[in-house]
């Protein structure tokens, strides 16, 4: 799944202030158009914050799961990757890459 999600650019974005509905819904909207979707974190940083950073995008990377009802494949840097299945079997991009996994 890695590799499929390595070329594409971040669809959405979620700022430096909160993780609100609105963004919950445009992910999800890419989730449902995409199925593979890359997310930017934009949280500043620096030494002093890595360890608040680092909590925080996890945090975030939970509630984009729980929202969205998808999947948090990766996070690396302050960008993550997240999958929903599409809803017609017909349109599944991903579905060998899953079943060899």
Request: glycine share 4%.
């Given at each position: 799944?890695?590799?499929?999600a390595?070329p594409?650019?971040?669809?959405?974005?979620?700022?430096?202030?909160?993780?609100?509905?609105?963004?919950?819904?445009?992910?999800?909207?890419?989730?449902?158009?995409?199925?593979?979707?890359?997310?930017?974190?934009?949280?500043?940083?620096?030494?002093?914050?890595?360890?608040?950073?680092?909590?925080?995008?996890?945090?975030?990377?939970k509630?984009?799961?729980?929202?969205?009802?998808?999947?948090?494949?990766?996070?690396?840097?302050?960008?993550?990757?997240?999958?929903?299945?599409?809803?017609?079997?017909?349109?599944r991009?991903?579905?060998?890459?899953?079943?060899k996994?």
């Amino acid at each position: 799944m890695e590799k499929h999600a390595q070329p594409l650019k971040p669809l959405a974005q979620i700022g430096k202030e909160r993780f609100n509905e609105e963004q919950a819904a445009q992910i999800k909207r890419l989730l449902d158009e995409h199925e593979l979707v890359k997310v930017r974190y934009l949280i500043v940083r620096n030494k002093a914050d890595d360890e608040t950073s680092g909590g925080l995008k996890g945090e975030l990377d939970k509630l984009i799961e729980q929202y969205t009802s998808s999947t948090h494949v990766r996070t690396i840097g302050n960008v993550a990757v997240f999958y929903k299945p599409a809803k017609e079997e017909k349109d599944r991009k991903f579905e060998k890459e899953l079943s060899k996994a």
